[in-house]
DNA sequence: GCACGAATCACCCGGTAGGGTGATATTTGT
DNA sequence: ACAAATATCACCCTACCGGGTGATTCGTGC
């Protein structure tokens, strides 16, 4: 598997370096690392990483919970608040960052993998939409589509209106509802809806 | 503030000893100390906590794991798992339960501390989760979906109709078209298959 | 040749959904 | 205390959808 790009931001080079060598240890690799926000948003520009790992205290002018920010607006990447202890208003602000995660120090190697596993999982849980197959629709519901049905099918997954889907198959919105009619009836569903609902975990 | 009441499913009396002294002395009150699957459930029906400490391996046939799904089905309080280690697979299923923590061991107080105000703020900031996560969504799109909005998407998500949504959520049909057209604009779509198909993967 | 499934299309009807506008009370944040 | 956000509901109107019925064409296979 594809190793995952880590870039940390941490101004205590000892922890920085612990964080690095875990890393390496584990499935990731470190892109880069930043002390500062300066630092940061320059790695951020020029060596884009895949996660970054954000001390919220930084001795510098910008905090952790300002670069969350900057992310949030300017690159769409995740990140994880690393932090010790934080009152009640620091973690309000950080909240509102939206973090994929949080790292309470002290921590170790499957704290530090956890969170970034969770983080990442719950970012790109929005994958490309799987290619529905025919032969696996028809076996795990134990009926048979046929070849234009399915087609149908497919379209009507991505959310596509009947005429929409008329005019992408060239046929007439007639028989584009003829077709939802039996996919209905062999799907045991009412509306379009259901029928989405029930098949979006896919095939 | 009110304090908070936690219950810790431990099964070593020792460590659940010590994580009672720890918050004991800080913010928090133990509401009960469950062994095994049994006690935990029944602590959770009788004395409702504000969030529950799992630890994963629990010397019983039902882990923490378990126990989270049962707290995910019928119980809709935050809980963070408890752990000193877990392989890929377990930490998939712990994954899927959606828990609002981890806390590693071995821990001190600011790391149970700040985990338990994380995980507290972190839900009731998402209050009820079910299937999606609303930080999730509104990370992800870079929206801002309010709790009913997020709780009518999580309906029309299952193929609901509005009258159904109505019903279940005892608010006119009307005002459920109201959170629908909130939701088209911030997703922007214009179909509730739109934002089924958008969204199907899990979000 | 004929039966059959598949694909095509038409028409009607009632219900649902989507879009616009506006209004009020409650909650929350500052 | 005040402003903003949220949750609630109403009305109107058009378009779309789901369900029922029926019909034609075209292959494939027996």
Redesign the pocket.
């Known amino acids: 598997m594809t190793q995952i790009r880590v870039l940390i931001v941490e101004d205590e080079p000892l922890i920085a370096e612990d964080i690095k060598e875990i890393l390496s240890s584990i499935d990731f690799v470190v892109s880069g690392l930043a002390y500062d926000a300066l630092d940061a948003l320059r790695e951020l520009r020029t060596n884009t990483p895949d996660i970054v790992m954000l001390d919220i205290n930084l001795s510098s002018e910008k905090d952790g919970i300002d670069i969350a920010t900057i992310i949030n607006q300017e690159y769409q990447i995740p990140f994880v608040f690393l932090t010790s202890y934080a009152d009640r208003a620091t973690l309000s602000r950080a909240k509102h960052t939206r973090p994929m995660g949080y790292i309470v120090k002290p921590f170790d190697e499957k704290d530090l993998f956890a969170t970034l596993e969770i983080a990442l999982f719950n970012f790109y849980a929005s994958q490309p939409l799987v290619e529905l197959n025919l032969d696996q629709v028809n076996s795990r519901y134990d009926i ?1 589509l ?4 399915f087609e149908v099918l497919q379209s009507v997954m991505t959310g596509m ?3 929409q889907m008329a005019e992408k ?1 060239f ?5 584009i ?5 039996n996919l ?1 009836e062999k799907l045991d569903v ?4 259901q029928l989405i609902a029930k098949l979006r975990d896919g095939a």
């Not at 046929?171 to 028989?175: K, L």
């Not at 509802?177 to 009619?181: D, G, I, P």
């Open positions: 048979n046929t070849q234009k049905e209106t009947n005429r198959h046929i007439s919105v007639n028989t509802k003829t077709h939802l009619k209905y009412h509306t379009r809806s």
